[in-house]
């Protein structure tokens, strides 16, 4: 009888999924009689001078095995001395090369000279708005909290220009963080409909972890690294290709017990400084660092180095303060007073095996618990309890 119960519930709802999808490819076509501005991901480009400066154009791990051979020298020498911070000197010294020209300061503030192609001024439109007749262009990099007065400048351009009162934002990824700062900063007034698509706004597990420490080597997990993980986000891929071109480096007999205690070793002193030379520096990726484990990631990340980064501290506490604590609050609120929150999660692709929560039901980047703001999930491979 339960079996029975089983196979029919699961022929149900495959009826309501296919009638499901059959709804939403039948509203693909349909235009909303508001405007939408849209924040795609992080994907926009820098440019300094013409040239493409963020992101970089090649491979982290390309750009390890091409200096392979300094970086066996240096591996060879720390394996010997147990001072990893020489085959660290080395990574960072490799990094630097192709990652200065995009980076930002210790302020958290832009290079001179490199920038984003801008938005163009919306176009006069009175009804019918596709998707993406409003794309915002935002620099991947910058401080959202700072962003948000360059959106609200052109939400009021796109009003002007359609004649409507409000508009609807779709935040995705990345972008879902610069609406919550929008929306902190400048209130609901403008805006019908907010939509989280596949966001961060909670906080990107990838991002959040990495960027506090929370990494976990067995051997296990090293041994089988290289050929079962097909991550594709940028955070992912800077610690992968550091464990892959290591692992590699390493292939000298050693067992890989002695690869976990390496990789023990470069997390505790050699990723800070990685970090702040790659993504930690751009308050952007902060802004994808849950309320959870953001004391930790500042610990971890700036340890020692407070000081120097104090102008960069000062704009990522305002961010999480103002946005990412009281947004759960903020969006009930806004709510209440007739502004519409949808939120699309996706979900079943794993995370990054070495982080801690990589067992998480997640989209590969974020866990569904964040994406959903708070849905309920078992981890993959097991079942919620009664």
Same mark, same amino acid.
């Given at each position: 009888?339960?079996?029975?119960?089983?196979?029919?519930?699961?022929?149900?709802?495959?009826?309501?999924?296919?009638?499901?999808?059959?709804?939403?490819?039948?509203?693909? +076509?349909?235009?909303?009689?508001?405007?939408?501005?849209?924040?795609?991901?992080?994907?926009?480009?820098?440019? &300094?001078?013409?040239?493409?400066?963020?992101?970089?154009?090649?491979?982290?791990? +390309?750009?390890?095995?091409?200096?392979?051979?300094?970086?066996?020298?240096?591996? #060879?020498?720390?394996?010997?001395?147990?001072?990893?911070?020489?085959?660290?000197?080395?990574?960072?010294?490799?990094?630097?090369?192709?990652?200065?020209?995009?980076?930002?300061?210790?302020?958290?503030?832009?290079?001179?000279?490199?920038?984003?192609?801008?938005?163009?001024?919306?176009?006069?439109?009175?009804?019918?708005?596709?998707?993406?007749?409003?794309?915002?262009?935002?620099?991947?990099?910058?401080?959202?909290?700072?962003? #948000? &007065?360059?959106?609200?400048?052109?939400?009021?351009?796109?009003?002007?220009?359609?004649?409507?009162?409000?508009?609807?934002?779709?935040?995705?990824?990345?972008?879902?963080?610069?609406?919550?700062?929008?929306?902190?900063?400048?209130?609901?007034? &403008?805006?019908?409909?907010a939509i989280y698509y596949a966001s961060a706004a909670k906080g990107s597990a990838v991002c959040s972890e990495l960027f506090a420490g929370k990494l976990n080597f067995d051997s296990n997990t090293i041994n089988n690294y290289a050929t079962d993980y097909m991550g594709d986000d940028e955070i992912s891929d800077l610690l992968s290709a550091i464990v892959n071109v290591t692992y590699t480096l390493n292939m000298l007999g050693m067992g890989t017990d002695i690869a976990t205690d390496i990789f023990?070793?470069?997390?505790?002193?050699?990723?800070?400084?990685?970090?702040?030379?790659?993504?930690?520096?751009?308050?952007?990726?902060?802004?994808?660092?849950?309320?959870?484990?953001?004391?930790?990631?500042?610990?971890?990340?700036?340890?020692?180095?407070?000081?120097?980064?104090?102008?960069?501290?000062?704009?990522?506490?305002?961010?999480?303060?103002?946005?990412?604590?009281?947004?759960?609050? &903020?969006?009930?609120?806004?709510?209440?007073?007739?502004?519409?929150?949808?939120?699309?999660?996706?979900?079943?692709?794993?995370?990054?095996?070495?982080?801690?929560?990589?067992?998480?039901? #997640?989209?590969?980047?974020?866990?569904?618990? +964040?994406?959903?703001?708070?849905?309920?999930?078992? +981890?993959?491979?097991?079942?919620?309890?009664?």
């Open positions: 009888m339960k079996m029975m119960f089983k196979k029919s519930l699961s022929v149900l709802l495959v009826i309501i999924t296919l009638f499901g999808m059959m709804r939403i490819s039948a509203a693909a +076509d349909y235009e909303n009689d508001l405007p939408t501005v849209y924040l795609v991901g992080a994907t926009q480009k820098v440019y &300094k001078s013409g040239k493409q400066v963020w992101p970089v154009k090649k491979e982290i791990e +390309d750009i390890l095995l091409e200096n392979s051979k300094e970086l066996l020298s240096t591996f #060879a020498s720390s394996l010997i001395s147990s001072d990893w911070s020489v085959y660290g000197d080395a990574l960072a010294a490799t990094l630097s090369k192709y990652y200065s020209a995009g980076a930002l300061d210790k302020n958290g503030n832009p290079k001179k000279g490199t920038d984003i192609k801008h938005s163009p001024a919306p176009t006069v439109k009175k009804e019918k708005f596709g998707l993406s007749d409003y794309t915002f262009r935002y620099d991947p990099r910058l401080d959202p909290w700072e962003t #948000a &007065k360059e959106l609200s400048d052109y939400i009021d351009a796109v009003l002007k220009a359609t004649g409507k009162k409000k508009v609807n934002l779709i935040g995705r990824c990345m972008g879902a963080c610069f609406i919550s700062a929008y929306l902190c900063r400048y209130g609901r007034s &403008k805006v019908d409909t023990e070793q470069l997390s505790a002193e050699v990723f800070p400084e990685l970090l702040r030379i790659t993504y930690a520096n751009m308050p952007s990726y902060w802004a994808m660092v849950s309320e959870r484990d953001y004391e930790a990631a500042k610990k971890y990340v700036f340890g020692g180095v407070e000081d120097e980064y104090a102008g960069l501290i000062k704009k990522i506490d305002n961010y999480h303060n103002k946005v990412k604590v009281p947004l759960d609050n &903020k969006l009930k609120e806004f709510q209440k007073s007739g502004m519409k929150v949808a939120v699309i999660a996706k979900y079943n692709v794993p995370l990054l095996p070495l982080i801690e929560s990589s067992n998480a039901q #997640a989209d590969g980047k974020v866990t569904l618990k +964040d994406i959903s703001f708070g849905a309920k999930s078992a +981890d993959f491979g097991k079942t919620l309890t009664a």
